[in-house]
């Protein structure tokens, strides 16, 4: 979809979603963007990226953004939208169609501060890096649950909802790490040369906003992966407390076996004219089960 075209001051503003083939050919024949820019920005394999082309004087950003595979699972991945500076016109690019990127766009065209497409561009990078923030608290929320949960009993839904955490986690730390070091080198590339005092100063904030979404995100993975860590030694070590109650149910049961089993051969054995010697036998059993035991306590196996 190519959204009717918008101002920001001054700047005309060309808004697509999940752009179709026809849509392409009216991107490259009415504007003149190479399809390889096209095929480029819409790519939902792609990582944060700057990229300047000197002879067409064009601009091109790239960046992640969380993309909810289940949003009430707090299942997350991250996804690229594009922004491009083309002849003096913008255009954006969310081809999976991100809400949280939506929301970037028309909360900086919204924004007083903007004045010029550069400010633009800065306010909404400044806003999806924000929109990690709820992901994270709402991470926090559920790790503290599940760490309450699987205190008092551990199950396999709650395990796997942990292990959901862990994948959201390193799709959303990666996004945001790469997406920082994107921020960190901006300001060194063409779009921040002869930046003036509030460029500088929206680049310190975009950057300082990202250290602080990085930091968040590495604490809750630490979190998560003691958590983890810690009930996988819980589940061993449960799982090493019944077999050995199973092996040593399995020791007592063979010795009434094996004294029986002597017994029920059609041999002549001592005890066996005697009118009771059932009780004999039983006897035995329960003498040596009593001695295992006890060998087995002494020697701290139980």
Do not use: C
């Not at 091109?60 to 594009?82: E, N, V």
């Not at 016109?89 to 939506?102: D, G």
């Not at 930091?215 to 993975?221: A, G, H, L």
């Amino acid at each position: 979809m190519i959204k009717p075209e918008k101002m920001i001051n001054g700047t005309k503003w060309i808004e697509t979603i999940q752009i179709n083939a026809d849509e392409r050919k009216i991107l490259k024949n009415k504007y003149g963007i190479d399809e390889d820019i096209i095929e480029y920005v819409t790519d939902k394999d792609e990582s944060t990226n700057y990229v300047y082309d000197i002879n067409e004087d064009d601009q091109l950003f790239i960046f992640l953004a969380p993309y909810a595979l289940d949003k009430s699972a707090l299942r997350y991945i991250t996804q690229p939208f594009g922004m491009l500076l083309h002849k003096g016109i913008l255009f954006t690019f969310n081809q999976s169609h991100i809400p949280e990127v939506n929301a970037a766009l028309y909360s900086a065209r919204d924004n007083p501060e903007v004045q010029n497409v550069d400010s633009f561009i800065l306010e909404t990078l400044f806003a999806v890096v924000d929109s990690y923030i709820p992901i994270s608290r709402g991470i926090t929320k559920k790790r503290n649950y599940l760490d309450k949960t699987l205190n008092k009993k551990t199950k396999n839904s709650d395990l796997v909802s942990l292990s959901h955490l862990q994948q959201t986690l390193t799709f959303l730390s990666s996004g945001v790490q790469t997406n920082l070091s994107e921020l960190n080198r901006l300001p060194k590339t063409h779009f921040g040369d002869n930046a003036d005092q509030d460029k500088i100063d929206l680049f310190e904030d975009v950057q300082i906003e990202g250290e602080q979404v990085q930091r968040m995100f590495e604490i809750e993975t630490q979190v998560v992966d003691r958590i983890d860590h810690t009930f996988n030694s819980i589940a061993n070590n449960n799982l090493n407390d019944t077999m050995k109650f199973l092996t040593i149910w399995s020791l007592t049961m063979a010795v009434p076996t094996i004294i029986t089993g002597f017994y029920g051969m059609n041999v002549k054995l001592p005890l066996a004219s005697v009118r009771y010697a059932w009780m004999f036998t039983v006897g035995i059993s329960i003498i040596l089960i009593i001695a295992m035991l006890i060998m087995l306590k002494v020697r701290r196996r139980m």
